[in-house]
């Protein structure tokens, strides 16, 4: 079945940087586009990022821009969020998302505090 499995996330300190992986199963990876969420406490899931297919198009929300990079490797099916510039905003629940049809991971915590 499909699975869509979050690691990587943590605690760091303002500035620091983390690296977060999507490890996809159970599907035709390299034939879906794929997409990073986040939810912090008290507040409504928010996209954060998504990449297409082959990796050459990505987007980014605002307050994420120039900051977190989305990449992926098809043929590890791996999707990767490369988060530089932490802030305490930042802190949230992130989550991977296939993009159609839909289909959420786990989910992995990331909390930035001094």
């Known amino acids: 079945q499909v699975q869509l499995v979050e690691s990587g996330g943590g605690l760091v300190q303002p500035g620091e940087s983390l690296r977060l992986a999507c490890a996809a199963s159970?599907?035709?990876?390299?034939?879906?586009?794929m997409a990073w969420y986040r939810q912090a406490p008290g507040k409504e899931r928010e996209w954060v990022a998504q990449?297409?297919?082959?990796?050459?198009?990505?987007n980014y929300a605002d307050s994420v821009q120039g900051r977190f990079t989305i990449s992926r490797d098809n043929t590890k099916n791996t999707v990767h969020l490369v988060m530089d510039s932490l802030k305490p905003d930042d802190t949230a629940v992130y989550y991977c998302?296939?993009?159609?049809?839909?289909?959420w991971g786990q989910g992995t915590q990331v909390t930035v505090s001094p």
């Open positions: 998302r296939r993009l159609f049809p839909v289909y």
């Open positions: 990449i297409d297919t082959s990796g050459s198009i990505t």
């Open positions: 159970g599907f035709i990876f390299s034939e879906s586009g």
